[in-house]
Every structure is written in C-alpha cells, then in structure tokens.
C-alpha cells in the first residue's frame, strides 16, 4: 500500500465527505445542523478529524467505517 502524506490523507478525506454529502443530497449548512459537524472545513482539507468524528460521520452517512475508508484506500 502506497503511504500517503498527511496533507494527501486530509484532501482525500475531504473528497469522500463531499462526495458523501452530494450523494445524500444536503448542504453543508444542512449537514452541521444535522450533526454539529463543521463540514467545510473538513472539505476544505484543513481540518484533521478525530476517529470520532469519524464515525458521526459514517452514522449520518448510514455507512460502515470499512465502506467510508475503502474509497479513501482503494
């Protein structure tokens, strides 16, 4: 497995959480008032998120943590 740079890791991270969110259909205002999550920092790739964070994701998403990573890896 190829080893990714931090910065590597927060812009793919942030592609999946947008992809995500445009699947589900909301917006970002939509999806902090649903969660309390900040999701344009996150998609912006500036902010590294805890595995907590994380997993609020994937619930809000109704996605396991495997599917969530799977895209980030593959």
Do not use: P, W
């Not at 959480?17 to 970002?28: H, M, N, S």
């Not at 969660?35 to 907590?52: N, P």
Request: charged share 30%; glycine share 6%.
């Amino acid at each position: 497995m190829e080893k990714k740079s931090k910065e590597q890791l927060l812009q793919d991270l942030a592609l999946r959480v947008k992809e995500l969110r445009g699947i589900k259909g909301v917006t970002q205002e939509e999806a902090l008032n649903d969660t309390g999550i900040q999701f344009s920092r996150i998609e912006q790739g500036k902010r590294d998120v805890q595995l907590s964070t994380v997993q609020k994701l994937c619930h809000y998403f109704d996605i396991s943590m495997t599917e969530f990573f799977n895209e980030i890896f593959k």
